[in-house]
């Protein structure tokens, strides 16, 4: 492994020195000429709105596309990630005070799915090397009020599944998955949201499958997608063909606003096209920048369990702060000024977010603060250790490398070695004058 030869402290670029250049990705999200074409036809045709399979052929094919991708299975086409979440837990009738067990370790729109159900999401901790709800903490947080087991298969990287599959059946309660991150991975030969009863996946313009704003419900079940449909889609989507009679009577108008429009369904069924090739060439990139990472002394990236296929939608690394005797925080600094993003994606374990906490809540009144109070849940102070080391210690960067741009996954290495190459001048630094304070932006 050949590192560069960098000698001079001084020439971090955060200490002033010249920075190695940035790490820039092609054109992310891409548009093919077709899609954009389509796009501008549904536009030509006044198709603004679409309020069902009826009334919108571009939405018939999306939800086609996608159910073919996911094995025939349901499809319901959002307007959104959380739209599609809520959703699932509407199809499966998950609602006030029921407990759904979930990772504190995320983006805040997998818990606040439940928090618009009224639901109670019951976090315990997670994997400490890949950040993934770790099934084995599951089975202590059940109680009667448990529904549902919701996981999130983060960065790209697929939970569990087979196991969490085990102990939802277990115990009679439904597996959601939260898929916004890793369209496409697989474990066990088995593509994330075609294992839970009912999976959500965001497709807004930064995730693996982009479009513009816009996500798709996926499950086996035909009961799940109407009841979802039901809460989240002007009339339940009843004129639509295969409307169970049995629900006609509750098919209204009191919905959230949460269907898909035609120009997203378009992009949608586009996009989908080219889902494999690009996951291949995520997955290529990051067996490369793997490989390089053998030769850093403080960053490692999570290990792959047997027969996982992550598709990188974010690429995490675990830094070694006691090793570096570097705050991450300083360490992701200095990567920021060379010209490498690197950050840390969850800012604090959503526990500790002021707005879960209705012991004296004095922020905005929030619609489920009544329910958490009923519930008598307390979320302050969890014990939650891997959560936290990971919050203080995981270095992420973008990785939207869909085209061929090998050197790119150089310059992260070669960037990752100039920092390594002179931690002392940043240890001294970090001495003089204290930790950097946040890796954010
Ligand atoms: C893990 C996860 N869940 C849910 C969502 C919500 O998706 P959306 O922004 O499309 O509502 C996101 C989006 O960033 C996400 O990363």
């Known amino acids: 492994?050949?590192?560069?030869?960098?000698?001079?402290?001084?020439?971090?670029?955060?200490?002033?020195?010249?920075?190695?250049?940035?790490?820039?990705?092609?054109?992310?999200?891409?548009?093919?000429?077709?899609?954009?074409?389509?796009?501008?036809?549904?536009?030509?045709?006044?198709?603004?709105?679409?309020?069902?399979?009826?009334?919108?052929?571009?939405?018939?094919?999306?939800?086609?596309?996608?159910?073919?991708?996911?094995?025939?299975?349901?499809?319901?086409?959002?307007?959104?990630?959380?739209?599609?979440?809520?959703?699932?837990?509407?199809?499966?009738?998950?609602?006030?005070?029921?407990?759904v067990?979930?990772?504190?370790?995320?983006?805040?729109?997998?818990?606040?799915?439940?928090?618009?159900?009224?639901?109670?999401?019951?976090?315990?901790?997670?994997?400490?090397?890949?950040?993934?709800?770790?099934?084995?903490?599951?089975?202590?947080?059940?109680?009667?009020?448990?529904?549902?087991i919701l996981a999130v298969h983060l960065f790209g990287h697929p939970a569990n599944l087979p196991r969490l599959r085990e102990i939802a059946d277990k115990h009679g309660l439904a597996l959601i998955e939260d898929g916004s991150q890793a369209h496409g991975a697989t474990i066990g030969g088995v593509r994330v949201g075609d294992v839970g009863d009912a999976s959500g996946f965001s497709c807004m313009g930064g995730k693996v499958l982009p479009t513009t704003e816009a996500g798709y419900l996926v499950t086996p079940n035909k009961d799940v997608f109407w009841k979802?449909?039901?809460?989240?889609?002007?009339?339940?989507?009843?004129?639509?063909?295969?409307?169970?009679?049995?629900?006609?009577?509750?098919?209204?108008?009191?919905?959230?606003?949460?269907r898909v429009t035609p120009l997203n369904a378009v992009l949608l069924t586009e996009q989908f096209g080219r889902i494999d090739a690009w996951i291949a060439e995520r997955r290529r990139h990051a067996d490369l920048f793997r490989e390089k990472l053998q030769g850093s002394q403080f960053l490692s990236m999570p290990d792959c369990a047997e027969g996982v296929k992550p598709v990188y939608h974010l690429l995490t690394m675990n830094y070694d702060a006691e090793a570096a005797g570097v705050s991450r925080d300083t360490f992701a600094a200095a990567l920021k000024a060379e010209g490498m993003l690197a950050f840390g994606y969850v800012p604090s374990p959503i526990p500790d977010w002021p707005r879960l906490h209705w012991q004296g809540y004095a922020g905005p009144k929030v619609s489920w603060m009544a329910a958490l109070e009923a519930s008598g849940i307390d979320y302050r102070n969890m014990a939650i250790p891997n959560c936290r080391w990971r919050v203080a210690n995981s270095i992420e960067t973008r990785f939207d490398f869909v085209d061929p741009q090998e050197h790119m996954v150089e310059r992260m290495a070669e960037t990752i070695f100039k920092v390594e190459a002179n931690i002392d001048a940043l240890r001294e630094h970090e001495r003089k004058n204290g930790a950097v304070t946040s890796t954010k932006g």
Request: charged residues 20%; aromatic residues 6%; glycine residues 10%.
């Open 228 to 258: 979802a449909a039901m809460i989240g889609q002007h009339m339940g989507r009843a004129p639509d063909e295969g409307f169970p009679e049995e629900l006609r009577p509750w098919s209204d108008s009191l919905v959230y606003t949460y």
């Open 1 to 99: 492994m050949s590192s560069p030869t960098i000698t001079s402290p001084s020439s971090l670029a955060l200490l002033g020195g010249t920075p190695i250049g940035d790490v820039v990705y092609s054109k992310f999200p891409h548009f093919s000429d077709r899609a954009i074409e389509r796009v501008g036809q549904v536009l030509r045709e006044g198709k603004a709105v679409g309020l069902g399979r009826f009334h919108s052929p571009e939405i018939v094919e999306a939800e086609e596309t996608i159910s073919k991708y996911h094995g025939g299975r349901e499809v319901l086409a959002c307007s959104s990630g959380h739209a599609a979440l809520q959703g699932a837990l509407a199809g499966l009738e998950i609602c006030s005070g029921d407990e």
């Open 101 to 148: 067990i979930t990772t504190p370790y995320t983006w805040g729109a997998s818990t606040s799915c439940i928090l618009h159900q009224n639901a109670i999401p019951v976090f315990v901790d997670i994997e400490r090397d890949t950040g993934l709800i770790d099934p084995e903490l599951i089975e202590a947080a059940i109680t009667p009020r448990t529904k549902a």
